[in-house]
């Protein structure tokens, strides 16, 4: 997949604005590349004020604790605490399915709640095809209202269609938004779900055989994260039938996975060293999932229990050079990855092992133009409703001897070079007052995959 260097300044702004005129090119999105049966990862996105969910279901502030699985209204009430504290993304498990119809319902018929695609890969799929010159079909569990909300350029499988959506619902909080003792220091969204059927990763068959007749020139994964509500031997069972399905995709075509929030450090340990990561060539994904696949892996900084405000430059670079020199492709590895795309509010860093792709100054910054954007809802930055958060210096490394940088706001982008492995980095232009935060990793990902350049091997 091509994409295009011509680039111009947007007036009164940091960053560079990149315009692309783009080949057709036909992309797979496998909602759940895993097959879930109902939706996974293809869904609908409930989306609505966290807070006024919670006090339309009568809850009272108190204070926040994080649980791998929700229970009850008492663990999401202290999930949602817990993660608008720290202005964290994150997304669970609702275990009572009783309990979580009936939040779902009284979610959908609050006043001002949205209704919006949802899902990781159909999130990608349906940004992608805002480009007339892009074909996009999506494999997973469509229903009704989300084959409605899906863009014409999306082409869905008859096998891929089923009488009943799945609904997860998105809960919001503004920068600054308080509940009780707790204020946010950021936009953000906390997501949960009763996601049995997706989890189960039944659509899998499907994409499998479609590619044959649809010839992709990418492939996107997601879902794995929705495993997690299936029982320990049900994931491990059918992520080895995945991994055996993606090695079937011809090699020549690249392949992307987008990770999402998750809780199992076990599940994403197999996922790292044993079953997805060898498989693909690109992986996006955000602070908090780093941080958790690092301490998974017992990575460099797994020591780190989270994160305090913006993300340390040189730490974040620290773990993304790791997953590449000890997970990535060598001479003596038998891997295929050779690129992370890793975002964050405050700024984004493109990593790849040098050789294998191009274009990554309007890649990185395409994807920074996204984020600004989608939150504000407009089709420019406009300088008036955004901010910089990014640090004007930073060192590249917590651990190597480190250079230090300072950003230069004619050359935005900065790039500094490690052992065979190339980092692009780019601060955001962050909206002062989001629309919407929910999708923005994806939109992300998607710009950033179509102004990357793939290099013959």
Known sequence: MRALNSKHRWPGSDLIALSCKCPEVRVVFPVCVFPRSSS???????????????????????????????????????????????????????????????????????????????GNAALIGQKLATNPDLKILLCGPVGPKLHELLDDNVVV???????????HLILEYQAGEEWGQVRAPNANRFIFSHDLSNGALNMLEVFVSSLDEFQPD????????????????????????????????????????????MTDQDFMSNIIHQQVFPLVNSIGLNEQELLFLTQSASGPHAALASWSGVPDVGVVSDILFWILKEHGKTAERASDL?????????????????????????????????????????????????????????VTSQIEAPSKISLNPDEPVVHWHREGIS????????????????????????EGLLYSEVYPQ
């Open 40 to 118: 996974v990862n293809a869904c609908v996105d409930v989306v609505l004020s966290g807070v006024k969910l919670l006090e339309a279901l009568g809850l009272e502030p108190g204070d926040g604790k994080n649980h791998a699985v929700l229970n009850s209204r008492q663990d999401l009430k202290e999930a949602f605490t817990h993660f608008m504290e720290k202005g964290a993304a994150a997304e669970r498990f609702f275990s009572d399915a009783e309990s979580f119809h009936h939040i779902a319902q009284t979610a959908s018929e609050y006043p001002g709640a949205q209704l919006y695609v949802g």
């Open 423 to 446: 980092f692009h980095f780019t601060p955001v232009l962050v909206c002062k007052d989001p629309v919407r935060t929910v999708g923005l990793g994806d939109a992300i990902s998607a």
């Open 338 to 394: 050779t690129r992370v795309h890793f975002h964050t509010l405050a700024y984004h860093i493109l990593v790849t092992v040098d050789g294998y792709w191009g274009n990554q100054v309007a890649a990185v910054a395409a994807g920074a133009r996204a984020a600004g954007t989608q939150a504000c809802a407009t089709e420019t930055i406009d300088t008036s409703k955004v901010f910089l958060k990014a640090p004007l210096e930073f």
């Open 157 to 167: 499988p008859p096998e891929s269609m089923q009488e009943r959506d799945e609904f």
């Open 218 to 261: 990418l492939v996107v994964l997601s879902g794995l994260h929705m495993m997690e509500g299936q029982s320990k031997e049900m994931r491990q069972r059918r992520l080895m039938e995945a991994v055996a399905s993606i090695s079937d995709i011809p090699t020549d075509i690249p392949i992307h996975l987008e990770l999402a929030s």
